[in-house]
Every structure is written in structure tokens, then in C-alpha cells.
């Protein structure tokens, strides 16, 4: 037998025959995959509906608008996600959903409460143009990654769940208003203030809330939150003075670290009035407890 073996190797056989092997084993594992080109537009609408498991979006390097590749526990070789994509005027509309209508969706949320992800999404978007974001996610984690990303516009919609999020450097433009609301679950960011935005609004529901606004926040940032049961960290960068009018609310509590309290809800820090870079908070809360503090 050994003879017989070491003959294949020699001849070649053994490898064709593994390598006949391989492949498919590789395909299963690697799930199935989809590639949307730019088609030549200058500008990217993105809406993204996140189904129920776990969506992974980043940067890509190659110079396809998205790629998109799908897991599942089962290793089928088929998606329930659809992509539509087309241009028109140079804007390039891309809508990507993950979700579906049937049992399937089900069958993915008892594997969530079980602990384990029945599908799992890796997402990558180009570079190469701007793109304004408009993302409702289901049920299950998402880790959204938007660095490098040239980002126009970006609303989100986080549903139930975790959602983790970080700009680790400056957006190319500043933009506009950043709208992010959560259902019932948790959030935490990185670095929003890269985005540059000169307003974010922030509705929480029920859950822990991390907003890490250190990075390029410009001067005049406007920043409001308002969450119902829970709790709320917000981070502000360094040489950033802030004034805060906070909700006048006994079921909830502030922690306003180097801030000087002026009314009963007033509150700006010691260096308001000589700092040439200034943001504006509104905080509010119904039964929780909202943090202040500089990163």
C-alpha cells in the first residue's frame, strides 16, 4: 500500500486527486459570494437592510463597488440576501437586503437566542467614491467598520442587538447630520467625531450606549441624545469645551465631569469661554444615568 502511495505522489495523481477533493470542501466553507462594479458612478446611495446574524462591513481594496459574502451554518451554497444596483445621472443606487420574508428568518433568531449565528455577512464597500449610508439592521451583532470608507451622509437604524462602530481617522468631507437610533440592546462606538458631522442625534431605547465622539469633531458640533432605560457614556476629545442642557428628570441621573452647573440644567466646562473649538449638548433621559466625560 505504501508502495502504491508513494507511486501516486511521484506521478502527480495524489495531488490532482486531493486538489478534485479540496475544492468543493473549500467552496462550502467559503459560502456564497456576490461582486457589485462601480459601473462609472461618482457617487454611491447605499441602503443596507441587516436580516437576522451577523453583519461585518469595512473597506475594500479591489475596485469593485461591494463585495459580499455570506456564511451559514449549514454551508448551503444558496443566499436569501438581494442586491439591486443601477446608475442614473452618475449617482450609483445600491440597496442590499439580508433579510427574507419566510421561515428562514425564524430559524435564524431561535439560532441567535441558542447563542450562535446562524449567518454571518462580510461586506466590503470602495473607497473610491462618496457614499451616503442609510442602514436598518435586524436582529443579531453587527460590527461596522467606517474607516477609510469617503462617507456623504449616514443614518442608522440599529433595531435589536449589538452594533459596534469606529472611524479611526479623519472622513474625507464633513458632512451633515449623523442619525443613529437603537432598539433594545447595546452600543458601542470609536472615534464618530472622525466623521466630522456638524450634528448627531442619538435615540436610544433600552440598553447600554458608548459614544466615543473623540477624533476631528469640528467646532460648533452639535450633539443631542435622548434614551429611554439604561445608560449613556459620551466621550468628547481632548481641548473640545462643551455646553450641555440636560433633561430635568428625577428618574435619571447626570455625571457632568468638569463642568460648572449654571442653572438647573445648565452646564458648560471651565474653559467654555476662551476655547475657539465649542460643541453643544442636549441630554436627555428617562430612567437611567448619562456620563460626560474627554478621551
Not at 185 to 203: Q, Y
Amino acid at each position: 500500500m505504501c508502495t502504491v502511495m508513494n507511486t501516486m505522489r511521484r506521478s502527480g495523481f495524489f495531488s490532482i486527486v486531493m486538489g478534485m477533493l479540496l475544492v468543493p470542501l473549500l467552496q462550502a466553507q467559503d459560502g456564497y459570494r456576490t461582486t457589485v462594479d462601480l459601473e462609472g458612478a461618482t457617487e454611491v446611495v447605499a441602503e443596507i437592510n441587516g436580516g437576522i446574524g451577523t453583519l461585518n462591513l469595512k473597506r475594500g481594496s479591489g475596485p469593485a463597488l461591494m463585495t459580499l459574502r455570506e456564511r451559514q451554518e449549514d454551508d448551503e451554497q444558496r443566499s436569501d440576501a438581494t442586491v439591486d444596483y443601477h446608475v442614473r445621472d452618475g449617482i450609483g443606487y445600491l440597496t442590499l437586503d439580508l433579510g427574507n420574508d419566510d421561515g428562514e428568518d425564524m430559524n435564524a433568531l431561535a439560532c441567535l437566542f441558542r447563542g450562535t449565528d446562524s449567518r454571518t455577512w462580510y461586506v466590503t464597500l470602495t473607497d473610491r467614491v462618496p457614499i451616503r449610508f442609510d442602514i436598518s439592521l435586524g436582529a443579531g451583532k453587527a460590527s461596522l467598520d467606517l474607516t477609510g470608507i469617503h462617507v456623504r451622509g449616514l443614518t442608522i437604524d440599529a433595531g435589536a442587538g449589538s452594533v459596534r462602530m469606529r472611524v479611526d481617522r479623519p472622513n474625507r468631507q464633513s458632512i451633515g447630520k449623523v442619525t443613529f437610533s437603537a432598539g433594545v440592546g447595546s452600543v458601542k462606538t470609536r472615534g464618530l467625531g472622525n466623521l466630522r458631522f456638524s450634528a448627531l442625534d442619538f435615540d436610544g431605547g433600552i440598553g447600554e450606549y458608548e459614544l466615543d465622539c473623540s477624533g476631528a469633531l469640528p467646532d460648533g458640533a452639535r450633539i443631542k441624545t435622548d434614551i429611554g432605560v439604561g445608560s449613556l457614556k459620551l466621550a468628547l476629545p481632548e481641548g473640545v469645551a462643551a455646553k450641555a442642557i440636560t433633561s430635568d428628570n428625577p428618574l435619571s441621573s447626570t455625571k457632568m465631569y468638569r463642568f460648572v452647573q449654571h442653572e438647573d440644567d445648565v452646564y458648560t466646562t471651565t474653559d467654555y469661554e476662551q476655547s475657539s473649538r465649542r460643541v453643544y449638548l442636549k441630554l436627555e433621559a428617562g430612567l437611567g444615568s448619562v456620563s460626560v466625560h474627554w478621551k
